[in-house]
């Protein structure tokens, strides 16, 4: 049965070859592109899986209420996490660790290499799920100078992950360490990342500032006994702070590891429901979208050969075949082309899954070794076939077998405006994803023009190594010596990310209650030179300020104004509630944007700071010096006074692209579905203009044979398909502005929407759907008339 099945299967493909190619194309494509953004989807829902605790596992973040808005921290102080396991019956454990992971380097046999390290209490080895593969997580940090490293660091340290317990490495040139553990390679979707970790009281006794209640420079893990209610904690946790240190107004919270990867997005304290999930959602959507395209082709295709199956029909209904038979033999032949589709879709995506890959930043796997992969792929086909083949069924088993064996022409009205309504939403879609593309692009490029303030071209940022500090003067003058550099400078934060900040200062004239949120910086005195900074008011920061007092200050525009109100902000001075330490305003620089590219930056206040207290360099190459002579000068000189450690480097401008990898993968992956969008409609669309053009055959030739054009009859042919895509751009316009314009109102920062975008939008759909339907016109238009008047 199952072979006479397959008999027929054949048989119906290869009568109409073209169509089924059309319509097997068309799935498969649509399977690809769904089965790939699912894989990514997957990724990401799945993020931080292999924690086997998950529920139950918990990061402290911190809510301090300012002038005009909450902030919310997401590092909490360094005393607090031994308070809540001692005095919070639900907690479990906890677990103090650096925030993000530090650079350092390592060396073994005169090799040295850095690895991103983290410094944890090992608790952390009980709460993650952290799998040793040699050692245990009991003895892992039994001695201070130990590490654990993962699979992959030992290859890289020791060129095997086998037999390395007890080998010793050396860490910054000064200090050996044992190696007590090898945990095994930490999937890239756990938001726990490291290559080595560290006991957490090294960072503790080198971090004297982590003592205070007021600082928030660690990350708190928490985990929660079973059937503790984390709303139950977070009442205790409320006012944790406030008793230690009753002028602090943070409030602690639990913010659950699920959320951690998805949902991480606040607004004044309160968690949005939105994050990285939205991008989950709206490629969700795309891939189904991209789906129904492919499946309305199938539909398309089908109805329009109608005629050539109407004798079929018949003959077979006269035979006794009931019209549920026919339906269901007609479904047999959309799931079995569905089937070929994904066949098709399985080759297509082992070919493409390395360019998404690189697109996507992921090392995603087809998988087809698990079991769900191989049922969602089946599930997928089984739902192309039946969507597909649904209302061409109803439509073909619902012939009358006497008008059909008569040879009385179909009455096609219904199917012809059902065939139509497709058409318009196909290329809405497309349209809707043309205008989507055009205005993610422009805004990223908007955000990415925005004037920040300084000036991060030829602007390189060097992490402090080894006596880079101490030997910071000589360094300098070797590299400004080099003629490649502009000059040098040292600061304690990278100038695009946050940095420290804080609150509870005081100056003349401010409000009473006022809580505003300042960052503070240490930099060399020629970091404002270096960057870009203007000096606008007063003067610049001196070596000699580093022993000043008052402390000499210099601070942004935004900082000035509210010190100053309507005079100037030189010579006022601020301190820190409580503290008789103050600090003098010397100069005033420009505001920068920093942190948020897209909203406004909190003010700065900048402190002159000796080497050893900083942690990057800023080199500023010469405008006129190419790039790659340039670095080679740089590296010569670091390796000159600083041998023992590689040249490590980042541009500032790499850094700040980096800053909008959701918007750009957003912007590429739409330049992507809007191109198959394209792609899969005007496969139906040739299609559908094949199949006018052979039904139009005679009324061509009388046409040609009384006079007509070529270009006469192609535009006749070609006019019925240009209506159905304007309908289809005045459905898409609106629908494509409201949707971006809410989406644009999630930036502070952001571009207004302008009509050519509508306008290129659409006259680009027309001019793709003249190319596909061109080919047909004009072949059916040079076709010689005698063959087509010819009677059989």
Same mark, same amino acid.
């Given at each position: 049965?199952?072979?006479?099945?397959?008999?027929?299967?054949?048989?119906?493909?290869?009568?109409?070859?073209?169509?089924?190619?059309?319509?097997?194309?068309?799935?498969?494509?649509?399977?690809?592109?769904?089965?790939?953004?699912?894989?990514?989807?997957?990724?990401?829902?799945?993020?931080?899986?292999?924690?086997?605790?998950?529920?139950?596992?918990?990061?402290?973040?911190?809510?301090?209420?300012?002038?005009?808005?909450?902030?919310?921290?997401?590092?909490?102080?360094?005393?607090?996490?031994?308070?809540?396991?001692?005095?919070?019956?639900?907690?479990?454990?906890?677990?103090?660790?650096?925030?993000?992971?530090?650079?350092?380097?390592?060396?073994?046999?005169?090799?040295?290499?850095?690895?991103?390290?983290?410094?944890?209490?090992?608790?952390?080895?009980?709460?993650?799920?952290?799998?040793?593969?040699?050692?245990?997580?009991?003895?892992?940090?039994?001695?201070?100078?130990?590490?654990?490293?993962?699979?992959?660091?030992?290859?890289?340290?020791?060129?095997?992950?086998?037999?390395?317990?007890?080998?010793?490495?050396?860490?910054?040139?000064?200090?050996?360490?044992?190696?007590?553990?090898?945990?095994?390679?930490?999937?890239a979707n756990s938001s726990v990342q490291f290559e080595c970790v560290m006991p957490f009281q090294i960072y503790w006794d080198k971090s004297p500032w982590l003592k205070s209640w007021g600082n928030n420079s660690l990350t708190t893990y928490i985990e929660l006994k079973p059937g503790v209610d984390p709303k139950s904690v977070d009442k205790q946790l409320y006012g944790?702070?406030?008793?230690?240190?009753?002028?602090?107004?943070?409030?602690?919270?639990?913010?659950?590891?699920?959320?951690?990867?998805?949902?991480?997005?606040?607004?004044?304290?309160?968690?949005?429901?939105?994050?990285?999930?939205?991008?989950?959602?709206? %490629?969700?959507?795309? !891939?189904?979208?991209?789906? $129904? +395209? #492919?499946?309305?082709?199938?539909?398309? &295709?089908? /109805? =329009?050969?109608?005629?050539?199956?109407?004798?079929?029909?018949?003959?077979?209904?006269?035979?006794?075949?009931?019209?549920?038979?026919?339906?269901?033999? %007609?479904?047999?032949? !959309?799931?079995?082309?569905? $089937? +070929? #589709?994904?066949?098709?879709?399985?080759? &297509?995506? /082992? =070919?493409?899954?390395?360019?998404?890959?690189?697109?996507?930043?992921?090392?995603?796997?087809?998988?087809?070794?698990?079991?769900?992969?191989?049922?969602?792929?089946?599930?997928?086909?089984?739902?192309?076939?039946? +969507? #597909?083949?649904?209302?061409?069924?109803?439509?073909?088993?619902?012939?009358?077998?006497?008008?059909?064996?008569?040879?009385?022409?179909?009455?096609?009205?219904?199917?012809?405006?059902?065939?139509?309504?497709?058409?318009?939403?196909?290329?809405?879609?497309?349209?809707?994803? +043309?205008?989507?593309?055009?205005?993610?692009?422009?805004?990223?490029?908007?955000?990415?023009?925005?004037?920040?303030?300084?000036?991060?071209?030829?602007?390189?940022?060097?992490?402090?190594?080894?006596?880079?500090?101490?030997?910071?003067?000589?360094?300098?003058?070797?590299?400004?010596?080099?003629?490649?550099?502009?000059?040098?400078?040292?600061?304690?934060?990278?100038?695009?990310?946050?940095?420290?900040?804080?609150?509870?200062?005081?100056?003349?004239?401010?409000?009473?209650?006022?809580?505003?949120?300042i960052s503070q910086r240490y930099v060399t005195p020629e970091f404002f030179e270096t960057s870009g900074l203007k000096v606008l008011e007063g003067r610049n920061i001196a070596e000699i300020d580093t022993a000043s007092k008052p402390i000499a200050m210099v601070v942004t525009q935004s900082l000035a104004k509210l010190m100053g109100g309507k005079g100037s902000a030189?010579?006022?001075?601020?301190?820190?509630?409580?503290?008789?330490?103050?600090?003098?305003?010397?100069?005033?620089?420009?505001?920068?944007?920093?942190?948020?590219?897209?909203?406004?930056?909190?003010?700065?206040?900048?402190?002159?700071?000796?080497?050893?207290?900083?942690?990057?360099?800023?080199?500023?190459?010469?405008?006129?010096?190419?790039?790659?002579?340039?670095?080679?000068?740089?590296?010569?000189?670091?390796?000159?006074?600083?041998?023992?450690?590689?040249?490590?480097?980042?541009?500032?401008?790499?850094?700040?692209?980096?800053?909008?990898?959701?918007?750009?993968?957003?912007?590429?992956?739409?330049?992507?579905?809007?191109?198959?969008?394209?792609?899969?409609?005007?496969?139906?669309?040739?299609?559908?203009?094949?199949?006018?053009?052979?039904?139009?055959?005679?009324?061509?030739?009388?046409?040609?044979?009384?006079?007509?054009?070529?270009?006469?009859?192609?535009?006749?042919?070609?006019?019925?398909?240009?209506?159905?895509?304007?309908?289809?751009?005045?459905?898409?316009?609106?629908?494509?502005?409201?949707?971006?314009?809410?989406?644009?109102?999630?930036?502070?920062?952001?571009?207004?929407?302008?009509?050519?975008?509508?306008?290129?939008?659409?006259?680009?759909?027309?001019?793709?759907?003249?190319?596909?339907?061109?080919?047909?016109?004009?072949?059916?238009?040079?076709?010689?008339?005698?063959?087509?008047?010819?009677?059989?």
């Amino acid at each position: 049965m199952f072979k006479n099945f397959l008999k027929v299967m054949f048989r119906s493909l290869t009568k109409n070859k073209a169509y089924s190619f059309l319509n097997i194309f068309g799935l498969a494509i649509g399977i690809t592109c769904a089965a790939l953004i699912f894989l990514w989807v997957e990724n990401e829902v799945s993020y931080d899986a292999v924690h086997v605790k998950k529920d139950r596992l918990y990061i402290a973040r911190e809510n301090q209420k300012y002038d005009t808005y909450v902030f919310t921290h997401q590092s909490t102080p360094g005393v607090m996490g031994p308070a809540i396991q001692a005095e919070i019956p639900g907690v479990a454990n906890v677990c103090r660790a650096s925030e993000g992971t530090a650079s350092l380097l390592y060396s073994y046999n005169n090799k040295p290499l850095f690895a991103g390290t983290l410094y944890a209490e090992p608790s952390l080895f009980n709460m993650f799920t952290l799998p040793f593969v040699e050692g245990n997580a009991a003895s892992a940090f039994t001695q201070l100078h130990s590490v654990v490293i993962t699979q992959k660091t030992a290859v890289k340290f020791f060129g095997t992950d086998k037999n390395v317990l007890g080998k010793n490495i050396r860490v910054d040139n000064k200090q050996d360490y044992t190696v007590t553990g090898v945990l095994k390679d930490i999937p890239a979707n756990s938001s726990v990342q490291f290559e080595c970790v560290m006991p957490f009281q090294i960072y503790w006794d080198k971090s004297p500032w982590l003592k205070s209640w007021g600082n928030n420079s660690l990350t708190t893990y928490i985990e929660l006994k079973p059937g503790v209610d984390p709303k139950s904690v977070d009442k205790q946790l409320y006012g944790f702070i406030q008793k230690r240190e009753p002028q602090n107004l943070g409030h602690v919270f639990l913010f659950g590891m699920n959320d951690w990867h998805l949902y991480d997005d606040f607004k004044d304290g309160v968690k949005t429901g939105g994050g990285q999930i939205e991008y989950v959602r709206l %490629f969700s959507v795309i !891939a189904w979208i991209i789906i $129904f +395209i #492919a499946c309305i082709n199938f539909m398309n &295709l089908a /109805t =329009a050969r109608s005629e050539k199956r109407a004798r079929e029909v018949g003959v077979r209904k006269v035979l006794g075949a009931g019209k549920k038979s026919l339906a269901m033999q %007609f479904i047999g032949e !959309a799931l079995f082309m569905s $089937f +070929i #589709a994904a066949v098709l879709a399985v080759i &297509l995506m /082992t =070919a493409v899954l390395p360019a998404f890959n690189m697109l996507v930043q992921k090392q995603l796997t087809i998988g087809f070794d698990n079991v769900y992969h191989v049922l969602a792929l089946l599930g997928l086909t089984l739902a192309c076939g039946l +969507i #597909a083949g649904s209302y061409p069924s109803l439509y073909l088993s619902s012939f009358n077998p006497v008008a059909v064996l008569k040879g009385l022409k179909l009455k096609d009205s219904s199917a012809a405006y059902i065939r139509k309504g497709l058409v318009v939403m196909q290329f809405s879609v497309s349209v809707v994803l +043309i205008i989507s593309t055009v205005i993610v692009y422009q805004q990223i490029q908007h955000i990415k023009s925005r004037q920040l303030g300084f000036d991060k071209d030829k602007l390189l940022e060097i992490g402090l190594q080894g006596d880079m500090a101490k030997n910071y003067i000589p360094i300098k003058q070797d590299l400004l010596n080099s003629g490649f550099v502009q000059s040098v400078a040292l600061s304690d934060h990278s100038i695009i990310y946050g940095g420290n900040n804080t609150s509870g200062m005081t100056w003349d004239g401010k409000a009473p209650g006022s809580e505003i949120l300042i960052s503070q910086r240490y930099v060399t005195p020629e970091f404002f030179e270096t960057s870009g900074l203007k000096v606008l008011e007063g003067r610049n920061i001196a070596e000699i300020d580093t022993a000043s007092k008052p402390i000499a200050m210099v601070v942004t525009q935004s900082l000035a104004k509210l010190m100053g109100g309507k005079g100037s902000a030189l010579g006022k001075r601020i301190h820190y509630n409580g503290d008789t330490t103050s600090a003098v305003v010397v100069g005033v620089v420009n505001d920068y944007v920093y942190g948020n590219m897209y909203g406004k930056p909190d003010p700065v206040m900048f402190f002159s700071s000796a080497p050893k207290n900083t942690q990057v360099m800023y080199v500023k190459i010469k405008a006129q010096q190419p790039v790659e002579a340039s670095l080679a000068a740089i590296q010569d000189v670091l390796k000159k006074d600083n041998p023992t450690y590689p040249f490590e480097y980042r541009f500032v401008d790499d850094q700040f692209n980096q800053m909008f990898l959701s918007e750009m993968l957003v912007g590429k992956l739409s330049r992507v579905f809007a191109a198959l969008a394209i792609i899969i409609s005007c496969l139906g669309l040739f299609g559908l203009a094949a199949y006018t053009a052979e039904r139009r055959i005679k009324e061509i030739g009388i046409r040609k044979v009384l006079g007509a054009s070529v270009s006469g009859i192609a535009s006749l042919l070609s006019k019925d398909f240009l209506q159905l895509v304007i309908i289809s751009c005045i459905i898409a316009f609106p629908v494509a502005y409201w949707a971006m314009q809410n989406w644009l109102k999630t930036y502070q920062y952001h571009i207004d929407i302008q009509w050519w975008v509508f306008a290129v939008a659409g006259i680009s759909a027309m001019i793709i759907a003249v190319v596909t339907i061109s080919f047909q016109s004009i072949k059916a238009a040079l076709a010689n008339p005698v063959k087509s008047l010819r009677s059989e």
